[in-house]
């Protein structure tokens, strides 16, 4: 490696990481106290300051065409709401590292979805899915986010993006 690209490594800031008791809270309230995401199963694999992850697995319950054993419309659309609101949670999380986890944890209480837009892509056929979610723009009152839903093989099926209040 040479000099310069040494150099430009040292001006990155380091990437931080949440407790791992905080994201364990997070998964907590995604996974558990939200009954709704239990139905989805909607299960948390990745919780970074700049990006969540998430995957669910099919099951008759989601099923939105019978013939076709397609994952209905309207699961990829609340699994992308829920998953870009959980990134809008560690980006307020991040924001606020010098703070307890449990102090951040309570800053989420007026979250909530102003705007979805779901743009569906390919059918949504297949055993696993994964969701990816980040925040483009954190503001005082409003999030903006950018959403991914994917097949098993990684080609993207949905793409999504939203607004959330947050303050």
């Known amino acids: 490696m040479n000099a310069k690209a040494k150099n ?38 990745q919780v970074l300051p700049e990006q969540v992850r998430g995957q669910i697995t099919m099951k008759p319950e989601l099923v939105g065409h019978f ?10 659309s609340a699994s992308l709401d829920a998953l870009g609101g959980l990134a809008v949670m560690a980006a307020i999380g991040a924001r606020h590292m010098d703070e307890p986890p449990a102090q951040r944890l309570h800053r989420f209480a007026k979250l909530g979805t102003i705007d ?42 949905s793409a999504g993006s939203a607004a959330y209040i947050v303050s």
């Open 8 to 45: 430009d490594d040292k001006s990155h800031a380091p990437v931080r990481e949440f407790e791992p008791e905080f994201v364990l809270a997070l998964k907590k309230i995604f996974e558990e106290m939200i009954v709704f995401n239990q139905v989805l199963g909607l299960r948390i694999t």
């Open 67 to 76: 013939s076709y054993n397609r994952l209905h419309g309207g699961v990829i």
């Open 116 to 157: 979805l837009r779901i743009d569906y892509l390919r059918p949504g056929i297949g055993e696993q899915f994964e969701l990816r979610a980040e925040v483009m723009r954190l503001g005082s009152r409003v999030a903006s986010t950018r959403m991914e839903f994917l097949g098993a093989d990684g080609k993207l099926l």
